[in-house]
């Protein structure tokens, strides 16, 4: 019997509404949901595709469990007893801590892969986890962790009100933008410039998102940061900085000045590719906007100082006068948590607490980088066993290939 189903789509951060067609337990047809408030009907290509997803002959429906050398369909009842009779044993031996845990990226895409890794991680001691979120975005995690003392506090665009973007190493007119949870971004930029708001990409291609921009601004790769401190640079030399409601819970204002006195949109010039004018002129455009926000994603995150970039954005917002203000960079609210909010500059967040055994990295938010796994994998000792969720490490971590 056919039937229809609201679900969430799984398949990235954007929880897209979705309307299921159903042919008793099968996926025949996928749209997106009209009356969803948050996508409000917007369905993108992957989400479209979940009929073919669930027919994937590819895909599991039962667990598999290895048996002579061969993986054979099980039960859940005989896939948990197999795993318990893998970890137990080395717990046993070896002790707590012996059995690392590798999360993928789909665990930040549903409420249960949010919600129980952590209690998983518990129950088995262990301080060896290692995950995708250090292969794009720890340093945004690591630059609000030390300047609001939370490293989830994220602040993310009011896309939907504001007068002025600048955004920074992101492609969302392709990938829909991450770390924002933004259904149709691409929908809600063309708005932007509907309503008479503008767009400013810094972007070394001419993605399809800079194509859409007022201005697009091509910068050499790797260089965020300095253009980001120029631009701060030139807030300060002009007198253009308004930090308005924020100027009674921001230290160090006169700190920072001093540090970017160097950072001249002359002197970082011939390093970014970026004429003097320009950044100048970013820095006025921002200033001069009712509201704005500072927007930036991967490509500013895999890049020498993607952390000291990462910071300069919020430094930018705050200097602006646009943290945590309507059409500005707002603080969301959590699904699964408490909704992160400032605590203070370095307060409640601390790095290096513990290190990977076998080359020292050390952990960010309680995850060490996925790209110390394999030497982990291939040095006998401490490391006897391994859990693996959402994530097929073989192929997708750096030097596992195998």
């Known amino acids: 019997m056919t039937r229809t189903a609201l679900r969430i789509c799984p398949l990235c951060e954007a929880t897209c509404g979705l309307t299921l067609t159903l042919d008793g337990s099968r996926v025949t047809a996928a749209r997106g949901d009209r009356d969803d408030v948050f996508s409000r009907g917007f369905i993108c290509p992957k989400g479209a595709s979940f009929g073919a997803l669930d027919a994937d002959p590819d895909r599991l429906r039962a667990p598999l469990v290895r048996r002579g050398g061969e993986l054979r369909e099980a039960s859940w009842e005989e896939a948990f007893a197999a795993v318990a009779d893998g970890i137990r044993p080395l717990v046993e031996r070896y002790g707590p801590g012996v059995v690392g845990v590798v999360l993928g990226n789909p665990n930040v895409h549903t409420v249960a892969g949010a919600l129980y890794p952590p209690v998983l991680i518990g129950a088995l001691g262990t301080r060896a986890v290692f995950t995708a979120s250090t292969l794009d975005q720890m340093p945004k995690h690591v630059s609000s962790g030390l300047l609001f003392g939370d490293a989830n506090a994220i602040p993310v665009p009011d896309l939907d009100r504001t ?12 990938s829909n933008g991450s770390l924002c949870t933004a259904p149709d971004f691409p929908g809600r930029l063309k708005a932007l410039r509907a309503r008479g708001g503008t767009l400013t990409v810094i972007d070394p291609r001419r993605t399809r998102t800079a194509k859409l921009a007022d201005r697009h601004v091509a910068i050499r790769p790797g260089t965020d940061a300095l253009l980001l401190a120029a631009v701060a640079h030139v807030l300060f030399e002009e007198g253009l900085t308004d930090l308005g409601a924020l100027a009674h819970h921001v230290e160090g204002v ?10 001249t949109p002359e002197s970082v010039a011939p390093a970014c590719g970026v004429d003097a004018a320009t950044t100048r002129a970013l820095a006025r455009e921002l200033a001069a906007a009712p509201t704005a926000a500072v927007y930036a994603r991967i490509g500013s995150c895999t890049v020498a100082h993607g952390t000291l970039a990462s910071w300069l954005v919020d430094v930018l917002n705050v200097l602006t006068g646009n943290l945590d203000r309507p059409g500005g960079a707002l603080f969301p609210q959590a699904a699964t948590d408490k909704t992160p909010r400032p605590a203070g500059p370095g307060r409640g967040f601390t790095l290096g607490r ?4 076998v080359s020292g990295h050390p952990e960010a938010k309680g995850e060490l980088p996925l790209a110390a796994l394999a030497e982990e994998i291939d040095t006998a000792g401490a490391g006897a066993g391994m859990v693996v969720a959402g994530g097929d490490t073989a192929v997708a971590g750096v030097g596992t290939v195998v």
């Open 163 to 174: 007068d002025h973007l600048l955004l920074i190493g992101a492609n969302p007119v392709e």
């Open 354 to 357: 513990w290190r990977s055994r």
């Open 254 to 263: 006169d700190e920072l000045r001093a540090a970017l006195r160097d950072f």
